[in-house]
């Protein structure tokens, strides 16, 4: 855990992404040919399905239908007030104060075992801090379960990706919007009208999330046929679904070649700007650098910095936390 | 593989053929073709195809422990099959469904209220929604506490509820009357006639083709549809699509914000309430009811009907209580097959030896079952289907085709 290699794209990335794409592209894909998928390696024609869907504005509208930011950019979203996770002995988080503001993309970064994914899961409400807040549009939400926090609002996507592997793209996305449907058992079973207009709308928007990360065409392919980089892309799909405020994603770069990332960056400026605010947990400093608008970072469970891209990357702290510092330094 | 740029054309099997016919045709042309053939179902204790009938029972009581079966097999599919969650003790809903009946109904039950109330003609009728609502609150009762468990732990527990009910219901001699059963279990009783002095449905009706049996087989036949309205209904919404996602990764789904644990509750529920039912039948139909009829291998021959039909598919598990049903009453009282003597009865007694061995076979050969799902999540997804199926099509038709590049 004590790694310091972070910066760049390191060694332990690239053989993870060659294990990953050859497990992805090559023998998963034809694994499953033989038990018969028909969808698989199927591309639909969209302009059948919903010819507005060939309109990108149109698509962005659908995405974000409930922008609510551009009222109070700059407002605090998420505030950590000295937030501390222990588990057992171990002090995972220690008294971590920070903000994310709305309609940023603010990129959380520090060595491996640096606390950044306990963090995460500290805003997801998947672990509890032992002491200090959570504040998210100024309400606690240290005890507030874990399905109810996406209801309020922070979505996120998994470091290791966990798709819904038996469902096809598109019904991961709807499965997204369960967060915003209000129909249940009864509904269902004698198709109430809300539940109808429920569906119908949930459909209409998963389509227009698929489009708006680029893989519209997929979205009756079985989700674990889909190639690595556009399962990464059904992530944040899926995460956009539930109409969140604040969108996590967890170092969705790993094992993304140059010219993914630089696709990933511009989707997630083009998320930034459809009325989303980001928090981007990634250990690619060239990535962080060129898409964030502030950098939070963290060494063994410590806030250490926190500013503007550049003011950080000349941070000797942040520099002694990376490359580490000389024995004779420290001595 | 990464030097292989291109790949032979889709490869379509036989079931996908059928399935991809089967879609493309229109909402009345599927009517069209599947009310016949359910009519046709309908009409197999009546026509008894020479091969397919059986010799040792009648064939329509055969048939209706096939439609009771299958209900149970459908309720326990969406438990086990859509939601994932694994009931070993599934045979407890049945017990209460038919315990539920045959306590309102039966003279010598300690309420014997029906002749002062409840005309003895519709009691049946009116103690199965009694049997669902009760069977539907204790599997709110089992799922609440339990729920919280997965995977092996859960399993062992409902095995546990399954075995407490069987004893409760032995060891309860002054409401259940332990091991004597409970005795004139009501049933429906219409078509009264002169040949028939109980109605269509006694079980004294033996006067074939038309006897109990194939009676109990319609109406059962009948309550498949509905609950496979329901089910199907409920498969094509949130609902259907929170218990997939349960299953798949429970931990990411309620991140995602299903709430996790009211539909898992929900699972049980309606799986229960549908084991209910078939109790009620089951108990309407044999008109006598015991603890013995409820033993915890029942639960296990359920599961054999849903993993041998194929889980998560409804027709796959109706498939598979059929063969769970019919292959022991085919080979009963069987002394040859095809010119080859044979002893069928030994046969029929060694049946959970050939189904373990058929399950064993299964899981090295075909692992999601004889008719693996292949759900539809989306109610109102039928453009978005019919694209792909022409895609899915053209690709077929072509000779071979680019392999799709990586990432995009």
Redesign the interface.
Known sequence: MSNPGGIGAGSEHDEEFRST?EM????IA?EY????G?????????A???PGLADASHVAEVVASDRTIHASVGEPLLQMQGVTVKFGGLTALDDVTFDIRRGEILGLIGPNGAGKTTCFNTM?G?YRPTSGNVLFDGRPIGAVK??QI??LGI??T?QNI??????TA??NV???T??R?R???P?????SSR??H???D??DRA?ALLEFV??GSR??EKSRNL????QRRLEIA??LA?QPKLLCLDEPAAG??PA?KQALMDLIRKIRDDGFTVLLIEHDMRLVMGVTDRVVVLEFGRKIADGLPSEVASDPAVIAAYLGVPDDATA | ??TDST?PA????F??KL??WWDALARPTQWAVGVPFIILIALLPIIKPPLLTTVGTDFGSVLAQFGMFALLAIGLNVVVGQAGLLDLGYVGFYAIGAYTVALVTSPVSPWNLTDDWLAQDWAWLFAVPVAIAFTAVSGLILGTPTLRLRGDYLAIVTLGFGEIVRLLADNLTNITRGGQGLTQVAYPVVGVSEERPNGIFSAGNTIAPLNSGTWWFWLSIVLIIVVLL?VG??ER??????W??I???E??????????F?FKL?AFI?GASIGGLSGALYAGQVQFVVPGSFNVINSMLFLCAVVLGGQGNKLGVILGAFIIVYLPNFFLGRTELLGIPINGDDIADYKYLFFGIALVVLMIFRP?GLI?ARQK?????R??????????LA?SRKPA?E??????
Request: a negative charge; glycine letters at 10%.
């Open positions: 794409e992805v592209g090559g023998s034809e040919l033989p038990d018969g028909v969808e698989e390696g199927v591309e639909i024609d969209l059948a399905v919903d997801s998947i874990r399905n996406t209801r979505a996120r998994f966990r798709l819904f592997s038996d469902m598109l019904e709807v499965v997204g369960d967060a449907h129909t249940s058992v509904g269902a079973i004698f198709r539940h109808r429920e569906e119908h949930a459909l389509m680029g893989i979205a009756t190639s690595y980089g556009d899926r995460a539930t993304f070649n993914e | 593989m990464s790949r889709l490869q379509l099997s079931s996908d399935r991809l329901i209904n409920l919404s949130r609902v259907g699509r929170a997939v996602a299953r798949e990764d931990d990411a789904a309620e991140i995602m914000g299903v709430p996790t009211k929900w309606i999601q693996p999540l989306l109610a109102y997804g453009p978005i289907y019919v694209a792909t199926r022409k895609a899915a690709l085709v392999t799709k590049g990586g990432a995009r």
